[in-house]
């Protein structure tokens, strides 16, 4: 009998392949973290990468946060009300939005926008060889193109995060006060009282590493784009996916760190 | 030209290897290209031609074997001296390679702006002279790359690779996707701004018009390796195979071109 060694044969590759782009990706990583904290910085370039990333994202984290909220506020008046706990809608607003939703979805939205386009500026770069260019001018890619746009997501995600935490808190208080009829003084008080230094440090921790994570991912699938333009279009589908599903993973790894060390 | 024999190459590549998976395009390459002259590289798609600038470049790195500039081996330089080393390159690349999120002008000045740390007036003063030199008028200057010609963009490749004056300028495939007139323009541009600078010209390329308009000395990579080095007045004499059926464009002859065919 002749066994059949195509299948170990494919999950060996399968498995090689994956060692050898984390490897990729942990060497592009180091790189990345080295160029962003030694000189020169191209001050202009982080400027102008942290109004992309920042400015241009706001509406559109402003209306998933704001909606986010008004979801979550109608959702725990629901199964509240049955235990006549309504007063803990504008905690429970306060918990989600800080610690989870606005976080997540400001991630999520910045990675589809953002990340998309990062890697297919710099894929497209990389394909008409202007990186190349680059490196014959004597300017290091990664300080020129790849550390202003991490430094500039590592910056812009928490501020984006920190107004949409109170855009979301907005859009909860909107539902308790005009559609619930609650007090606005009182919900106003159990949200701001019972506000924990801990659910502004996670909310803004965890900005911070997604906004490393979606424009490491964003940089690093556009850099190692090939192929044309469908290299780019697969890079830019990498980037937008990868850093989706590094974000959920990651989110779970920080509240885990963060609140049940 | 100068005399090859008593000099220093200014650029020596020896038994240098690059392969790609299991395909060596280098195979134990053997090149010297003198001080201030033209050397052109000729040869078939895929023999490496490209992959040879990269290596000298940096933008890839030989498995083996030696790569001198000015008689130092730069593999062997520390990221700074290289740095320094490739200050002295210039290089024009196929498709112009201009960064289009720049004006036309900011593309020329980009290296005197970002490493020289010069005035922006005083560098697009230097970019739009740069730029007359490849005649081009002022007007194009803030212009942006995706609304140039492909005979202008590789003139504003051609002005940001002389913008800083290099000791070395690298042209590859300069007058590809150009017809016959506009490539007999950027020929004589590549020899005029070679000759004013005084520089060392690498070009690669498979145009025979160009290879015999640019070049002082012109060599046939084949096969990953140097099979073929002389003048242009020497390659219409020679015996050599190759390079008769490549200077022919024949088809029949010891170059097999590949051909894959689904079965």
Same mark, same amino acid.
């Given at each position: 009998?002749?066994?059949?060694?195509?299948?170990?044969?494919?999950?060996?590759?399968?498995?090689?392949?994956?060692?050898?782009?984390?490897?990729?990706?942990?060497?592009?990583?180091?790189?990345?973290?080295?160029?962003?904290?030694?000189?020169?910085?191209?001050?202009?370039?982080?400027?102008?990468?942290?109004?992309?990333?920042?400015?241009?994202?706001?509406?559109?984290?402003?209306?998933?946060?704001?909606?986010?909220?008004?979801?979550?506020?109608?959702?725990?008046?629901?199964?509240?009300?049955?235990?006549?706990?309504?007063?803990?809608?504008?905690?429970?607003?306060?918990?989600?939005?800080?610690?989870?939703?606005?976080?997540?979805?400001?991630?999520?939205?910045?990675?589809?926008?953002?990340?998309?386009?990062?890697?297919?500026?710099?894929?497209?770069?990389?394909?008409?060889?202007?990186?190349?260019?680059?490196?014959?001018?004597?300017?290091?890619?990664?300080?020129?193109?790849?550390?202003?746009?991490?430094?500039?997501?590592?910056?812009?995600?928490?501020?984006?995060?920190?107004?949409?935490?109170?855009?979301?808190?907005?859009?909860?208080?909107?539902?308790?006060?005009?559609?619930?009829?609650?007090?606005?003084?009182?919900?106003?008080?159990?949200?701001?009282?019972?506000?924990?230094?801990?659910?502004?440090?996670?909310?803004?921790?965890?900005?911070?590493?997604?906004?490393?994570?979606?424009?490491?991912?964003?940089?690093?699938?556009?850099?190692?784009?090939?192929?044309?333009?469908?290299?780019?279009?697969?890079?830019?589908?990498?980037?937008?996916?990868?850093?989706?599903?590094?974000?959920?993973?990651?989110?779970?790894?920080?509240?885990?760190?963060?609140?049940?060390? | 030209?100068?005399?090859?024999?008593?000099?220093?190459?200014?650029?020596?590549?020896?038994?240098?290897?690059?392969?790609?998976?299991?395909?060596?395009?280098?195979?134990?390459?053997?090149?010297?290209?003198?001080?201030?002259?033209?050397?052109?590289?000729?040869?078939?798609?895929?023999?490496?031609?490209?992959?040879?600038?990269?290596?000298?470049?940096?933008?890839?790195?030989?498995?083996?074997?030696?790569?001198?500039?000015?008689?130092?081996?730069?593999?062997?330089?520390?990221?700074?001296?290289?740095?320094?080393?490739?200050?002295?390159?210039?290089?024009?690349?196929?498709?112009?390679?201009?960064?289009?999120?720049?004006?036309?002008?900011?593309?020329?000045?980009?290296?005197?702006?970002?490493?020289?740390?010069?005035?922006?007036?005083? !560098? $697009? +003063? #230097? %970019?739009?002279?740069?730029?007359?030199?490849?005649?081009? /008028?002022?007007?194009?200057?803030?212009?942006?790359?995706?609304?140039?010609?492909?005979?202008?963009?590789?003139?504003?490749?051609?002005?940001?690779?002389?913008?800083?004056?290099?000791?070395?300028?690298?042209?590859?495939?300069?007058?590809?996707?150009?017809?016959?007139?506009?490539?007999?323009?950027?020929?004589?541009?590549?020899?005029?701004?070679?000759?004013?600078?005084?520089?060392?010209?690498?070009?690669?390329?498979?145009?025979?018009?160009? !290879? $015999? +308009? #640019? %070049?002082?000395?012109?060599?046939?990579?084949?096969?990953? /390796?140097?099979?073929?080095?002389?003048?242009?007045?020497?390659?219409?004499?020679?015996?050599?195979?190759?390079?008769?059926?490549?200077?022919?464009?024949?088809?029949?002859?010891?170059?097999?071109?590949?051909?894959?065919?689904?079965?």
């Amino acid at each position: 009998m002749q066994l059949d060694l195509s299948f170990i044969d494919k999950l060996g590759r399968v498995v090689l392949n994956f060692f050898r782009a984390t490897g990729r990706l942990g060497i592009f990583c180091g790189q990345t973290v080295y160029h962003c904290v030694t000189p020169p910085f191209y001050l202009k370039a982080v400027l102008a990468q942290m109004i992309e990333i920042g400015f241009y994202s706001l509406p559109v984290v402003a209306l998933t946060t704001l909606f986010s909220g008004m979801v979550i506020a109608l959702q725990t008046y629901e199964a509240v009300s049955q235990f006549s706990a309504e007063g803990a809608v504008a905690m429970v607003v306060r918990v989600a939005v800080i610690r989870e939703l606005a976080p997540v979805m400001a991630g999520l939205m910045v990675a589809g926008r953002i990340g998309a386009a990062m890697a297919a500026e710099i894929g497209t770069m990389r394909v008409t060889e202007q990186i190349d260019a680059l490196s014959t001018l004597s300017t290091n890619p990664f300080k020129y193109l790849i550390a202003p746009r991490v430094l500039a997501g590592i910056v812009m995600l928490p501020i984006l995060v920190l107004i949409g935490d109170v855009i979301g808190i907005c859009g909860g208080y909107m539902i308790g006060v005009y559609k619930l009829d609650f007090n606005a003084t009182t919900y106003l008080t159990n949200t701001w009282d019972y506000l924990k230094p801990m659910d502004i440090i996670s909310s803004m921790t965890k900005a911070g590493v997604f906004g490393f994570i979606i424009t490491l991912l964003g940089c690093y699938n556009g850099f190692q784009s090939q192929g044309g333009a469908q290299g780019v279009g697969r890079a830019t589908t990498n980037a937008v996916v990868s850093s989706s599903i590094l974000i959920l993973i990651f989110n779970y790894i920080l509240t885990e760190m963060l609140f049940n060390a | 030209m100068t005399n090859t024999k008593s000099v220093t190459p200014k650029i020596r590549m020896t038994d240098v290897c690059k392969a790609f998976g299991k395909k060596k395009v280098l195979n134990h390459l053997n090149l010297d290209v003198y001080p201030g002259e033209s050397l052109v590289v000729i040869g078939g798609s895929g023999t490496g031609k490209s992959v040879t600038i990269k290596c000298i470049l940096g933008l890839l790195e030989p498995e083996a074997g030696q790569i001198e500039i000015d008689g130092k081996n730069v593999l062997e330089l520390s990221g700074k001296e290289r740095s320094e080393t490739m200050a002295q390159f210039g290089m024009l690349f196929q498709n112009a390679a201009l960064f289009d999120s720049l004006s036309v002008w900011e593309n020329v000045a980009f290296s005197l702006l970002q490493n020289q740390h010069m005035s922006r007036s005083e !560098a $697009r +003063k #230097i %970019a739009i002279k740069k730029l007359a030199q490849v005649g081009l /008028k002022s007007d194009v200057a803030d212009v942006y790359p995706a609304d140039l010609s492909g005979g202008m963009r590789k003139r504003v490749g051609l002005a940001r690779a002389i913008a800083t004056n290099p000791a070395v300028i690298f042209f590859d495939e300069p007058t590809t996707g150009l017809d016959p007139i506009m490539s007999d323009v950027i020929n004589d541009l590549i020899k005029d701004t070679v000759k004013n600078l005084g520089a060392t010209a690498l070009t690669i390329t498979h145009d025979m018009n160009s !290879a $015999r +308009k #640019i %070049a002082d000395r012109i060599a046939m990579l084949y096969e990953g /390796k140097i099979i073929w080095v002389g003048t242009v007045d020497e390659l219409d004499k020679t015996y050599n195979p190759y390079v008769r059926q490549f200077v022919a464009g024949s088809a029949k002859g010891p170059i097999q071109m590949e051909v894959k065919v689904e079965k």
